[in-house]
């Protein structure tokens, strides 16, 4: 028999060598359009058999913007997805379109309802079948917007899974613990450490327990949060995300399951935090007991305390004059809401003492910005308008507000001087003018407006 030299002789072998390698070659390169096709739809094996992707994910909108003074809006790659989310809001999840090769990426664009300009606009590229969560956090003036995958991997028996998401502007890097309840935070280390604002931890596996969620600032055992126990069970999935409600040092918790409902709920703090403003007409310094304890002593006239820890649960304020120690001329019971800060005005003579309770918003003002408070706390004017270098801004500023300020251009180490000026409101009759009032930029200050109108005085006082 004779055989076929391209069968047998020396010369074949290089020939089917180079043979075997492009087939390998090809079958790498088929391989590899079938992992992009993982992402980008779908792929032909090489045997006839078509293998498709996912083309669907799910995504939930949480609104954590403490000072958009209105509910939010997002689109998604210009279509509306959801409407209307009020602050500290969650909206479960919904199908949206994974990525393919005709949309590479998504983009989320937010905005304050009835504005016509986006407040913030989040690329990501959705993959199928993997849920996600678009979180809004931080203040108008610096909000942001941060997509997180919420694929998880099975705790095992006998415990949970948490993940950590620092959304609180202002605060800086922090600290969380799980801990049994009454537990000394200087006999533990924190279960999730040095969280820095805008980033989201790894996953982190817990045992099971009732367990108080507390926070302080990294490497301090200064609690800012702290919560009532709750019963975190085996194989539970979580995301803590810690805000702000516009408190300088307090925050606040907004739980994240991580299932088939997407739901959530807020944990409120067990603190918060006030100040005591003398603005009376009492005539001596005054003396402020919190729960029967003197906290404040000696508060002059248009004085300003430093803020105060306590509890939320309404504790009951007592008001004295340093002139009558143990008369007590004001008894207070303020529902202070968790995780923010107040400011207590205390007005009107010792036979008639009231307190006006102002929430305070501390957020840190715009890039190189300052933000001034203006609060009408005077006795027997309405309503003042405020000029700013001789420039009307405030127009009726009405007594006892908490709601008006500025953010005015200021330099953050030497600071700004402006000139601010009271008027009663329409008219020229100018009633106090407070020259040269230097502004640090970042810092948040308040101007209270004193006194009777044929003695007006003004009060400055910085706020975080």
């Known amino acids: 028999m004779t055989r076929s030299a391209s069968m047998c002789s020396p010369a074949a072998a290089p020939a089917r060598s180079s043979t075997r390698k492009r087939a390998r070659r090809q079958q790498g390169f088929v391989a590899a359009l079938c992992a992009a096709a993982l992402l980008l739809g779908s792929c032909n094996s090489g045997n006839g058999v078509v ?16 000072n958009a003074n209105a509910p939010v809006n997002v689109t998604l790659n210009d279509n509306p997805l959801v409407a209307g989310v009020a602050f500290e809001s969650l909206q479960p999840y919904q199908q949206i379109d994974a990525v393919t090769q005709a949309n590479p990426s998504s983009t989320l664009e937010a905005s304050v309802a009835g504005s016509v300009s986006s407040l913030i606009t989040t690329t990501f590229v959705p993959l199928g079948e993997t849920n996600y969560t678009y979180i809004m956090y931080g203040p108008v003036s610096q909000a942001a917007g941060q997509v997180v995958d919420d694929t998880v991997t099975d705790s095992g028996p006998g415990n949970f899974n948490t993940r950590i998401i620092n959304a609180a502007s202002g605060i800086g890097a922090i600290d969380v613990y799980l801990v049994p309840p009454g537990t000394d935070l200087s006999t533990v280390a924190p279960a999730v450490s040095n969280v820095v604002y805008g980033t989201a931890t790894g996953f982190t596996t817990l045992p099971v327990g009732t367990l108080a969620l507390r926070v302080t600032p990294a490497g301090t055992k200064n609690v800012i949060f702290d919560s009532l126990p709750r019963n975190y069970a085996e194989r539970g999935q979580f995301e803590f995300v810690v805000y702000s409600r516009e408190s300088s040092t307090l925050v606040n918790v907004m739980l994240l399951n991580l299932d088939s409902t997407g739901t959530g709920s807020i944990i409120n703090n067990l603190l918060a935090q006030f100040k005591v403003v003398n603005a009376s007409l009492v005539g001596s310094p005054l003396n402020v007991f919190v729960n029967g304890v003197l906290l404040l002593s000696n508060i002059p006239y248009t004085g300003a305390s430093a803020y105060q820890k306590t509890t939320a649960a309404m504790p009951t304020l007592a008001v004295e004059s340093t002139a009558t120690p143990g008369a007590v001329l004001l008894s207070i019971e ?36 300052t933000r001034v408070r203006f609060v009408n706390a005077s006795v027997n004017i309405p309503a003042l308008d405020v000029f700013v270098d001789f420039s009307r801004q405030i127009s009726g500023l009405p007594q006892n507000s908490g709601a008006y300020s500025l953010e005015l251009p200021a330099d953050a180490v030497a600071g700004t001087a402006y000139l601010f000026g009271f008027n009663v409101a329409g008219t020229a009759q100018t009633v106090l003018n407070l020259p040269a009032v230097t502004l640090l930029g970042g810092k948040t200050y308040t101007i209270y ?4 109108a044929a003695a007006i005085t003004g009060a400055v006082t910085q706020d975080d």
């Open 334 to 369: 303020p529902s202070l809401t968790p995780g923010t800060d107040s400011s207590i005005v205390l007005e009107g003579p010792a036979g008639a003492l009231t307190a006006a309770i102002l929430g305070d918003n501390n957020l840190p003002p715009g890039p190189g910005n």
């Open 449 to 452: 407006v004193t006194g009777p």
């Open 51 to 66: 293998t498709v992707a996912s083309t669907k994910s799910n995504l939930r909108v949480v609104n954590l913007i403490p």
